[in-house]
C-alpha cells in the first residue's frame, strides 16, 4: 500500500500524531506490535499539563477527558512527616488534568476506528527501510503474510524498545543516560483516593507517591529495590509499606482494597539525538524516557506530536523548513523536563549510597522550598509545562 506517513506504534504517541494529521489531510497508516487489549492492559502515566490537554482537544479527543477528568490546582509534598501544597494554579495560573493514559489510549482508539483510518494491530517484525531516501518503505508480517508499506515519512513512535531508533545507525545518533537504583513498585485499586490532591512523599524509608484515576479509583506506588520481585508483594505488605511512608493522620484515612494491578517500573532518564534521520521521525519514548517523578513521559509524548504535526503539516504545504526544526525545537523542551524530572528524582528518593551529606542536601533543599515562594513557583510552572514555543 501506499500512504503519506507510516506511523509505527498505537500508544499515545502514535494514536495522537494519527488524528493531527488526519485532520490536516494527512494520509497515514498505524502499525502496531500488540493487540489493543494489551495495549489498553498497561498502566502508566497519570497526570497531563495544559499543553497535552489542548492538542487531546484539537484532535476532537477531549470529550471524556473533560467529562470525566479531575482538573487540579495543587499538588502536596510530604516531607519530614509533615505535607505542604503547592498552589499550582495560585503560583502559575495553570492546573493539571487527572485523567489515566488508558483513557487518553482508549479514546484515540475509539476515535480512530470511527474515522475508519488504517490500522493494523498484532503487525510483526516490522522493518524500516530506505529512510534516508526519499522513498522510505515499511515491511510488516500479519498473519503469516508480508506487507510493504511505501510511504514519505516513517514517524517513530514506538516506545523505548521498539524497533525506530534500533535502525539508525549507531554513527548517526547519540544518546544519554542516566539509570536510578531503584523502582517504582505500583498498585491501582477500587478505592476512595486517600487525598482530593497528589501527594509525594519523602521518608526515609523511600519515596511514596498517592496519585488517583477518578474520585473512586487510586493509583499508589512506593521505591522498591531492583532486585525486587513483584510477585513477592502482597496487597496486605504494599498497604503496610505504603502506611509506614505516609504521616499517621493520612495513613489512618487511607482506604486499602485488592490490586486491580501491580507491577514494578525502573526509572532512567534517557535522551537520544537527534530525533530526525532523513525521513524518519521519532516521538515520545521512542526518542526519550524521563523518571515519572515529574509526571512528564506522556506529556512530552504529546509536545513532541505537537511539534512533528507542525512541521508535517507544514511540509505537504509546501512550506520550506517544518521538519528542519523539528528536532531541536522537540529537543529544547524535553532537556528542561528531563532536568525536573532528574531534580524531582533526586530531591524525593532515598539513595541508598548518598551517606549523611546526601541527606542532609535533601533536608535542606526541602526546607528551602517550603519556605521560599520563589521556590513553590520554579517548581510549580514545570509541574504544569513549560510552555510550546
Ligand atoms: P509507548 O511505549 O506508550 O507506545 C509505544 C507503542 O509502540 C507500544 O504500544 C508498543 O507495543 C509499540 N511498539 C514497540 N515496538 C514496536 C514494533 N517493533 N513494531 C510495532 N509497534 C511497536 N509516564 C508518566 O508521565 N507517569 C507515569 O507514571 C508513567 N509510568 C510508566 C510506567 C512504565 C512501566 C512505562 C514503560 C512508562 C511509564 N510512563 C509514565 C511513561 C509513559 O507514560 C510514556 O511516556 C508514554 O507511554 C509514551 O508514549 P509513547 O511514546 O506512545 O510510547
Ligand atoms: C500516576 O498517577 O500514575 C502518576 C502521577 C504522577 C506522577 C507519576 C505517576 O508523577
Known amino acids: 500500500m501506499k500512504t ?27 502499525l502496531e506490535q500488540r493487540s489493543p487489549e494489551y495495549v489498553l492492559g498497561r498502566i502508566r502515566a497519570g497526570v497531563l499539563e495544559q499543553t497535552a490537554v489542548d492538542l487531546l482537544d484539537e484532535a476532537g479527543v477531549g470529550a471524556r477527558m473533560h467529562r470525566e477528568g479531575l482538573p487540579h490546582d495543587g499538588v502536596e509534598l510530604c516531607f519530614a512527616g509533615q505535607r505542604h501544597r503547592i498552589d499550582l494554579h495560585g503560583l502559575t495560573g495553570k492546573r493539571v488534568m487527572v485523567y489515566g493514559q488508558t483513557e487518553v489510549t482508549h479514546d484515540l482508539m475509539d476515535a ?38 511505501d510511504c514519505d515519512f516513517i514517524a517513530g513512535c514506538d516506545g523505548f524498545h521498539g524497533v525506530c531508533r534500533a535502525s539508525v545507525p549507531a554513527e548517526h545518533i547519540t544518546t544519554h543516560e542516566k539509570v536510578y537504583p531503584f523502582g517504582w ?13 497528589l501527594i509525594y512523599v519523602h521518608h526515609e524509608r523511600g519515596f511514596a507517591l498517592c496519585s488517583q484515576r477518578s474520585k473512586t479509583r487510586s493509583r499508589y506506588y512506593v521505591q522498591c529495590s531492583l532486585q525486587d520481585d513483584v510477585a513477592q508483594w502482597s496487597d496486605d505488605a504494599f498497604w503496610e509499606e505504603l502506611k509506614s511512608r505516609l504521616p499517621a493522620d493520612t495513613a489512618a484515612q487511607l482506604v486499602t482494597g485488592a490490586s486491580l494491578e501491580k507491577s514494578i517500573a525502573p526509572l532512567r532518564s534517557f535522551v537520544a539525538e537527534p530525533m530526525r534521520f532523513g525521513r524518519l521521525l521519532l516521538a515520545g519514548d521512542a526518542a526519550h524516557i524521563v523518571p515519572p517523578t515529574g509526571a512528564k513521559g506522556l506529556n512530552l509524548a504529546a509536545s513532541d506530536v505537537g511539534y512533528l504535526w507542525q512541521g508535517l503539516t507544514e511540509h505537504y504545504r509546501g512550506g520550506a523548513g517544518g521538519l528542519d526544526h523539528y528536532s531541536e525545537r522537540a529537543l529544547a523542551r524535553i532537556w528542561k523536563a528531563e532536568r525536573f524530572s532528574w531534580w524531582m528524582t533526586s530531591l524525593m528518593h532515598r539513595f541508598p549510597d548518598t551517606g549523611s551529606f546526601g541527606e542532609r542536601m535533601q533536608q535542606a533543599e526541602l526546607a528551602y522550598l517550603f519556605g521560599s515562594t520563589a521556590a513553590m513557583t520554579v517548581l510549580a510552572e514545570n509541574y504544569v509545562g513549560l510552555p510550546m514555543r
Open 4 to 30: 503519506q506517513v507510516a506511523i509505527i506504534g498505537a500508544g499515545p504517541a502514535g494514536l495522537l500524531l494519527g488524528q493531527l494529521l488526519a485532520k490536516s489531510g494527512i494520509a497515514n497508516i498505524v
Open 112 to 149: 480512530r476506528t470511527a474515522a475508519g483510518l488504517p490500522t493494523v494491530y498484532e503487525a510483526q517484525d516490522v522493518r524500516l527501510e530506505g529512510f534516508a531516501s526519499d522513498t522510505p518503505r515499511v515491511h510488516y508480517e500479519k498473519d503469516g503474510v508480508t506487507h510493504t508499506v
Open 185 to 197: 513498585l505500583g498498585l491501582l485499586s477500587d478505592t476512595p483516593p486517600v487525598s482530593p490532591e
